[in-house]
C-alpha cells in the first residue's frame, strides 16, 4: 500500500515540476507589437523613400518581416533549448503560429498577382483569429480582447476601405498585440501550468 | 497484472514526464529523475526495447542531443498502469 501511495506521489511530483512559462510567448507579443509600429513610423514618415518603386514597399515589409520571424524562430528554438521540455501547451501555439505564418505568406504572395488587393486586412484578420484561440488556450483575457478588438477594427477597415493602412496597422498591432504582451509579461502568473 | 516495467520509481518518472510533456531533453529528464547518465540512459534504453518511448538523437553545436517521447503503446500503459493505483489505492 505504502509503495502505491509512493507511486502515486511520483507522478503528481513529476506532472507539478513542469510548468508552462508564459514568458516567451509575451517577448514575442512585445517583440511584434514594436516591430511591426517601428516598420509602420517609418513607413509613415518617409513614403517617398519606402514607395520609390512599384514594388518597394512590398518588399520593404516583405525583408523586415522576415527577418523578424528569423530572429524569433532562433529566440525561440534557444528558448526552448534551455528550458528542456516542451509541453502540449506550448506546441498546440507553436502550430497555430506556423498556420498564421502560412496565411500570411499566402496572403502576400497572392498580393504580387492580383492588381488593386491590399494584403493588410486579410493579414490583420488572419491575425485577430489566431489573438483570440491564443487567449483561449492560455485563459488570458488581455489576448482575447485584443483579438476581438482586432476583429471589430479589420470589420470597421473593410467598411471604410480609404482609412490609411499604416495607422491601422499602428492601432491594431498596439492593441492587439503589444499591450496584450506587456500585459503577459507583467502577469504573476506567468508562469502556472494550471493556465 | 502490475506493469514491472513501470514500477521501477526511475522509468515511472520517465513515462510520467514524457506523458506530460510533448518532448523532453536528456538532461531535463537528468534533473527530474535525479539519477546518473548512466543509469538513466539504460532506463531510457529498456523503455526504448519495450516501444514504450521512442528517442531521437541528433547534434546540436557538435554535441550530441538526445530528446525522447512517449509512443501510443507506452500512453496506453501509462494509463493502464495509472488506474491500476488508484484502483489499489481505493481497495
Given amino acids: 500500500m ?23 510567448l509575451s517577448i514575442n507579443f512585445i517583440f511584434w507589437g514594436i516591430f511591426v509600429n517601428a516598420l509602420s513610423i517609418f ?7 519606402v514607395q520609390s518603386t512599384k514594388y518597394s514597399a512590398i518588399l520593404y515589409w516583405i525583408i523586415s518581416s522576415i527577418t ?3 530572429f524569433m524562430v532562433y529566440y525561440n528554438i534557444k528558448t526552448r533549448k534551455n528550458i528542456g521540455y516542451e509541453t502540449h501547451l506550448s506546441r498546440v501555439i507553436k502550430i497555430i503560429w506556423i498556420v498564421f505564418s502560412v496565411s500570411w505568406i ?18 490583420l484578420f488572419f491575425l485577430s483569429l489566431i489573438l483570440i484561440m491564443t487567449g483561449l488556450i492560455i485563459k488570458f483575457n488581455p489576448i482575447i480582447f485584443g483579438g476581438i478588438f482586432l476583429l471589430l477594427f479589420t470589420f470597421y477597415l473593410n467598411l471604410n476601405p480609404g482609412i ?8 491594431g498591432v498596439s492593441l492587439g498585440m503589444l499591450l496584450p504582451g506587456l500585459s503577459l509579461f507583467y502577469s504573476k502568473s506567468t508562469n502556472n501550468s494550471d493556465r | 497484472m502490475i506493469d514491472k516495467l513501470l514500477f521501477n520509481p526511475i522509468r515511472l518518472k520517465i513515462i510520467s514526464s514524457l506523458i506530460n510533456n510533448s518532448n523532453c531533453d536528456f538532461n531535463f529528464l537528468k534533473e527530474v529523475t535525479d539519477s546518473t547518465q548512466g543509469n538513466l540512459s539504460i532506463q531510457l534504453k529498456k523503455l526504448k526495447q519495450e516501444n514504450y518511448i521512442e528517442i531521437e538523437k541528433t547534434f546540436c553545436n557538435n554535441y550530441p542531443k538526445t530528446s525522447c ?20 489505492k481505493n481497495e
Fill in chain 1, 106 to 123: 499566402y496572403v502576400i504572395i497572392l498580393s504580387f498577382f492580383l492588381e488593386n488587393f491590399n494584403p493588410v486586412p486579410s493579414i
Fill in chain 1, 68 to 70: 523578424g520571424l528569423i
Fill in chain 1, 43 to 49: 513607413h509613415y514618415s518617409f513614403p517617398s523613400l
Fill in chain 2, 69 to 88: 517521447r512517449v509512443t501510443d503503446k507506452g500512453k496506453i500503459k501509462f494509463e493502464e498502469f495509472f488506474n491500476y493505483l488508484i484502483k489499489m
Fill in chain 1, 164 to 171: 490609411n493602412l499604416l495607422l491601422v496597422n499602428i492601432v
Fill in chain 1, 2 to 24: 505504502n509503495n502505491i501511495k509512493k507511486h502515486i506521489e511520483t507522478i503528481a511530483g513529476v506532472i507539478k515540476s513542469t510548468k508552462e512559462n508564459l514568458k516567451p
